[in-house]
């Protein structure tokens, strides 16, 4: 190969057309996935109601996508097939983006890669069909067709089979294209999708009825399944312009990844850290360490409030105004989380059963009864220094006096509350708890911890959080442009206890720390601040410390394990956990409850089908 010498002026040439198109390409179609997301939303912004998409081999040998759009006239196939050609912006505002395609660079770029035939027709015109091949066209020609389009793209990267090699097993590609129709049928419940892969059904889902909210439950039931929408929260919220509907799960209901996480920005499927970052922000403290959220969030907003042209894969957004952006998704995620006060998932009643149930191998436990990550416990003075909060913990309601009673029955209890009355104690730690249609087992010092959590977290909530002076005052030397971004929320960490200021430039003199978190690197803390700032944009790293000590002061102020209740003591429990917001799950993110349905006890015993 010949290597141009370095000391040679290298020659400025322009680019043949279809060598840009392949270069072009690159950028929009990676995968046989994105292709179909590329030619499903140009059938979307066609008005499609009802699309069907036929693969083979994965996507490397056919993609076919037919839709019963608007459809386009032969003189537009030639056009559509032109880089920058399209019907939905006029260029004169990139920001009133109304739609999924603006780029036009699609259809040209599959065309360049692959072998593309195009056939459609309008509403009483006549039908028409294109061929282009390796970004060779042809003229159009008539063609019989029902109105709609149907694109067929064959022997994808044939034009350039270097990028074959990347590509992965077929049931991969095909799996990665089922993950495509699936996210883009959870957008559109009024839209049909079906999709067939080498001649066998993949995925179908009819188009929905009714009104909007109701039409995204009944299709998020068809494609994340009952269980999930069992075990969700709806989510309503509006602020600053923008609109935030969904459905997030309880966090008993976490998943290992992040792979049932799915948020929408006017409809369109986006990966964008800063949203992803903010559901992240909404369960905190109420997830255990490894475990992830799952929710379906739609936000809306006017286009001029959000930036969609940020790269070609528009899977990426700029808001105009990013903390109202995540404060909308924090502040609607811990409300419903807080509304739904002592709910812990189904799947953790199914769990238990299922442990009842004899089995061959020993199964190992879910992963939410792992053993959770628990901070180093404080000191003694950092905990008295902390709000003085210590007497309201150990003032708990419940008498530290062990009860003389360790297992009881009494039918004068009433059962119609929601978690029952308590019926025994066993093993000093379990509450057993009878209601009208089953039972309730609570672990009763994971659910005071939480108890008292809640109690200190609201408390600590009404008053400034204590700050403690340095003898001498810590600097902190950082690049300048650290310095600007950590000064820049100079107010907020003074509100919880961290007070900074300039000195100099490129650094910074912390003054005083908050006084509950005793032995604190700070360096390490700002440095950690300064991560969050530039991956999010904010940081909740300071109020992720503060919260682990009230966490760590809540567990040493509940009742201990091995402590006999008596009944009243333990249905005290139980009618607190009914009024306290998150008593489903620990401050580490286990279960505090499970329940055993009646049936589902009998089914266990042979008493019924």
Not at 59 to 66: A, F, N, T
Not at 480 to 508: C, H, K, N, Q, Y
Request: net charge negative.
């Amino acid at each position: 190969m010949n290597t141009p010498s370095p000391h040679m002026r290298p020659t400025i040439r322009q680019l043949d057309e279809a060598t840009a198109n392949r270069i072009a390409a690159g950028e929009v179609v990676e995968r046989p996935a994105s292709a179909v997301k590329e030619l499903v939303e140009n059938a979307l912004d066609a008005g499609a109601t009802r699309i069907t998409i036929d693969i083979e081999a994965g996507g490397k040998r056919l993609i076919r996508v037919s839709d019963n759009g608007w459809g386009m006239t032969p003189g537009d196939l030639p056009l559509a097939l032109s880089r920058h050609a399209t019907s939905k912006i006029d260029g004169s505002d990139l920001l009133a983006i109304n739609s999924f395609g603006f780029r036009g660079e699609a259809l040209p770029s599959l065309g360049a890669v692959g072998r593309l035939t195009i056939t459609s027709r309008t509403d009483g015109g006549d039908g028409a069909v294109i061929a282009v091949s390796g970004g060779k066209v042809t003229p159009p020609r008539p063609a019989a067709a029902n109105q709609g389009t149907v694109v067929e793209l064959r022997d994808l990267f044939f034009a350039t089979p270097a990028r074959l090699k990347f590509l992965r097993t077929d049931r991969a590609e095909a799996q990665a294209v089922a993950d495509v129709i699936r996210r883009l049928a959870m957008a559109e419940p009024f839209v049909g999708f079906h999709l067939t892969a080498d001649g066998r059904d993949i995925f179908r889902a009819d188009a929905e009825q009714g009104e909007l909210f109701g039409a995204y439950q009944t299709r998020l039931t068809r494609v994340m399944g009952v269980e999930f929408i069992d075990n969700t929260l709806p989510i309503d919220a509006e602020r600053d312009g923008l609109t935030l509907t969904g459905f997030a799960a309880l966090p008993t209901f976490s998943r290992g990844t992040a792979v049932a996480q799915h948020v929408y920005v006017n409809g369109r499927p986006v990966r964008d850290k800063l949203l992803t970052g903010a559901l992240k922000a909404g369960y905190m403290d109420v997830l255990a360490p490894g475990r992830h959220p799952a929710a379906v969030l739609y936000l809306a907003c006017d286009p001029q409030l959000v930036d969609v042209n940020v790269h070609p894969a528009k899977a990426e957004v700029r808001f105009r105004d990013p903390q109202a952006a995540r404060g909308l998704v924090v502040s609607a995620l811990r409300h419903a989380l807080a509304h739904a006060g002592h709910r812990a998932s189904s799947t953790v009643g199914d769990a238990t059963l299922q442990a009842f149930r004899p089995e061959p191998d020993r199964q190992p436990a879910p992963p939410y009864a792992q053993q959770a990550w628990r901070p180093d416990t404080p000191s003694s003075a950092s905990i008295r220094a902390a709000l003085d909060l210590q007497a309201p913990v150990l003032d708990s309601g419940f008498s530290e006096t062990p009860s003389a009673r360790y297992e009881l029955v009494n039918d004068d209890t009433p059962i119609s509350a929601p978690l029952g009355a308590a019926r025994a104690q066993i093993h000093e730690n379990y509450i057993i708890a009878q209601t009208e249609d089953g039972l309730i087992v609570v672990d009763q010092h994971a659910a005071h911890e939480r108890l008292v959590y809640e109690r200190l977290k609201a408390q600590a909530a009404t008053r400034a959080i204590p700050a403690q002076a340095m003898l001498i005052p810590d600097i902190v030397e950082l690049p300048e442009a650290d310095a600007t971004r950590i000064l820049s929320i100079a107010d907020e960490l003074a509100e919880m206890g961290l007070v900074i200021e300039p000195f100099g430039p490129g650094a910074i003199a912390i003054r005083e720390t908050p006084a509950m978190l005793a032995r604190l690197n700070t360096k390490a803390l700002i440095n950690d601040i300064l991560d969050d700032l530039a991956d999010q944009g904010t940081s909740d790293r300071l109020r992720a410390r503060l919260d682990a000590v009230l966490s760590s002061m809540a567990c040493h102020g509940s009742i201990r394990s091995g402590r006999r209740m008596s009944a009243d003591e333990m249905n005290a429990l139980l009618r607190e956990m009914e009024r306290t917001p998150r008593s489903g799950q620990c401050n580490h993110g286990r279960p505090t409850w499970v329940k055993l349905r009646l049936t589902d006890i009998e089914r266990l015993f042979g008493r019924s089908d």
